[in-house]
T-cell receptor
Framework: GAVVSQHPSRVICKSGTSVKIECRSLDFQATTMFWYRQFPKQSLMLMATSNEGSKATYEQGVEKDKFLINHASLTLSTLTVTSAHPEDSSFYIC????????????FGPGTRLTVT | TQLLEQSPQFLSIQEGENLTVYCNSSSVFSSLQWYRQEPGEGPVLLVTVVTGGEVKKLKRLTFQFGDARKDSSLHITAAQPGDTGLYLCAGDNTGFQKLVFGTGTRLLVSP
């Protein structure tokens, strides 16, 4: 149980375009989803927290207008990187938390974004 | 800002050796999780510890939560190449509703 999927797993886009990444909880309802960014050989950096039906809460230093998060349902959250630039290239990982075991997060497999 | 410092940052050992990874903070956490992450994949939850002083075992892995719930350790007995990966501790403070991740420990186990 507690499987989280991400799509796509890899994406290459040109500078100035937008990219959407989907995060789905497959076998449970996720009251909260999180988006992380990870640089090579480093730990995870939380970007934002999203609750179903409400606006995402962004961490300090994360541009809201650049990283658009939508949590449309209890099983789907999307991250859109708008007007992507090479410095946005990174590994993006989502996680989901259930209502009953709120202290545990289940992670997706990640999305490798490369902006050329 | 809550910080979780892990040590060592990098560990390279031979198959069969034992090792311990530490996760320390000045903050108190209501629970603490340990994850293992392999290159190009998301972290996989290994264990959650909730009670101060709690010890949990997962085959050759032993996890301990400090009495004051500020620190934790992961001990691996007779390490195997399959244990290779990035180990991350993460603390949860329900007041903040989010996990604080440790700095990570990269483990390489050679045959």
């Amino acid at each position: 149980g507690a499987v989280v999927s991400q799509h796509p797993s890899r994406v290459i886009c040109k500078s100035g375009t937008s990219v959407k990444i989907e995060c789905r909880s497959l076998d449970f309802q996720a009251t909260t989803m999180f988006w992380y960014r990870q640089f090579p050989k480093q730990s995870l950096m939380l970007m934002a927290t999203s609750n179903e039906g409400s606006k995402a809460t962004y961490e300090q230093g994360v541009e809201k207008d650049k990283f658009l998060i939508n949590h449309a349902s209890l099983t789907l959250s999307t991250l859109t990187v708008t007007s992507a630039h090479p410095e946005d290239s990174s590994f993006y990982i989502c996680s989901a938390r259930t209502k009953d075991r709120f202290y545990e997060q289940y992670f997706g497999p990640g999305t490798r974004l490369t902006v050329t | 800002t809550q910080l979780l410092e892990q040590s060592p940052q990098f560990l390279s050992i031979q198959e069969g050796e034992n090792l311990t990874v530490y996760c320390n903070s000045s903050s108190v956490f209501s629970s603490l999780q340990w994850y293992r992450q392999e290159p190009g994949e998301g972290p996989v939850l290994l264990v959650t510890v909730v009670t101060g002083g709690e010890v949990k075992k997962l085959k050759r892995l032993t996890f301990q939560f400090g009495d004051a719930r500020k620190d934790s350790s992961l001990h691996i007995t007779a390490a195997q190449p399959g244990d290779t990966g990035l180990y991350l501790c993460a603390g949860d403070n329900t007041g903040f509703q989010k996990l604080v991740f440790g700095t990570g420990t990269r483990l390489l186990v050679s045959p």
